[in-house]
Each structure stands twice: as structure tokens, then as C-alpha cells.
């Protein structure tokens, strides 16, 4: 089945280390996408990019990197330099985002917290 | 900086009534109106969405209605089920790759 995988599912960061989600999608869309959601927020935009090599910045990028070295690979890096990191990531994709849009596939999500 | 406001924050139904949820949005050339739908430790799933040229969209027992002129949207849910609860959210995308969500609604369908 075509889908987005998230992984891990749980994971545990300690103060100062840095700390890498893996998101890969079999749908072959050209645009993917990290999420942040916390309690009683909407979801707000970490990193997009629309092709390989290629990515910019949402609207709370500080803190976090990506890399897009293949089509069905986005990883995100949450590092030392993110200070409230704990919440739930969501990895998503879409066909493309210019021109028509279908809207996203979202993966299950990692739950990130600093102990 | 563009906001979605949706409202209620909660709502509690009643089994077999209708659920309607509300977003309002702001003075933008938005394309594409979809509301999400999440369980707990879940990924949002598209639920149903709409595109300005249209007024309202159903989909089994999911309805959008679309006001252009007041600039909202709201997801009516029929004969609602407790396997309806979750949360919803509804979300506002421009051409690009601009997506505004709402805050989201938690709703509970009692049996």
C-alpha cells in the first residue's frame, strides 16, 4: 500500500543532543513536508521542499534541518539549538503544490520528548 | 501573519445528530478548503474538501459549505457515530505550497 513512514514512533532527546526523524513516502509526490503540532494548535510548517536537492524554510524553522537527497526521503534533524523541542512531527506529501492541489498524506507522526 | 480561526474548540453530540464545525478566514486568494480528520497518535487523513467555484460539497455524510463572500467554511457531519470522534481541522491553501490550518475542533459523539 502507498503511504508515508514515520519512524521512530517514540523517541527520547536529551538536553544539548541532537536528534534525527526519518520520513520516507512510496506515493511518488514531488512535495514533502514537516509539521509541528502542539496541544490546542493547529499545525505549523517546519521545512518544505517541492524537489531532491532541493528545500526552504516554513514558518519555524529555527532549530530543525532537513535533507532531501532522494525523492521518497525527508529527514529532520531537531538540534541542540531548538529550545522547546518536545511535540508530535508530522512528515507529510503532496502531488505537487503549484497548480492544482490535492491537498496531503500525512505519515503517523513521531512523538518527540526531551527528558 | 494569516490566520484560520475555527470554532467550536470542543463539541459534544449526541448520537445520530449533526456535527458543524466553523472556520473563518481572511482577506487572501485562497484555492482549496479541506478539512482533516485525526484520531489520537494519528496523522490527519483528508476528510473532504472544496474549491471556491462551488458553494457545497457532500461527500456520504460529510458536508462543506462554502460562503466566498463572508469568507467561511464549515464541515457538517450527518447522523454523527462515535467513531466520529476525533479531531477536526480545517485548512486554507493559496497556489504554492501555503497551507493555514485551524486550530481544530475535538469532538465527541456520545452512544
Known amino acids: 500500500d502507498g503511504g508515508i513512514t514515520q519512524s521512530p514512533k517514540y523517541l527520547f532527546r536529551k538536553e544539548g543532543q541532537n536528534v534525527t526523524l526519518s520520513c520516507e513516502q512510496n506515493l511518488n509526490h514531488d512535495a514533502m513536508y514537516w509539521y509541528r503540532q502542539d496541544p490546542g494548535q493547529g499545525l505549523r510548517l517546519i521545512y518544505y521542499?517541492?524537489?531532491?536537492?532541493?528545500?526552504q524554510k516554513g514558518d519555524i524553522a529555527e532549530g530543525y534541518s532537513v535533507s532531501r537527497e532522494k525523492k521518497e526521503s525527508f529527514p529532520l534533524t531537531v538540534t541542540s539549538a531548538q529550545k522547546n523541542p518536545t511535540a508530535f512531527y508530522l512528515c507529510?506529501?503532496?502531488?505537487?503544490?503549484?497548480?492544482?492541489?490535492?491537498?496531503?498524506?500525512f505519515g503517523s507522526g513521531t512523538r518527540l520528548t526531551v527528558v | 501573519q494569516q490566520q484560520v480561526k475555527q470554532s467550536p474548540q470542543s463539541l459534544i453530540v449526541q448520537k445520530g445528530g449533526i456535527s458543524i464545525i466553523n472556520c473563518a478566514y481572511e482577506n487572501t486568494a485562497f484555492d482549496y478548503f479541506p478539512w482533516y480528520q485525526q484520531f489520537p497518535g494519528k496523522g490527519p487523513a483528508l476528510l473532504i474538501a472544496i474549491r471556491p467555484d462551488v458553494s457545497e460539497k457532500k461527500e456520504g455524510r460529510f458536508t462543506i459549505s462554502f460562503n466566498k463572500s463572508a469568507k467561511q467554511f464549515s464541515l457538517h457531519i450527518m447522523d454523527s457515530q462515535p467513531g466520529d470522534s476525533a479531531t477536526y481541522f480545517c485548512a486554507v491553501h493559496t497556489g504554492g505550497f501555503k497551507t493555514i490550518f485551524g486550530a481544530g475542533t475535538r469532538l465527541f459523539v456520545k452512544a
Open positions: 521542499s517541492q524537489i531532491v536537492n532541493d528545500f
Open positions: 507529510a506529501s503532496s502531488i505537487g503544490g503549484r497548480g492544482t492541489f490535492y491537498g496531503y498524506t
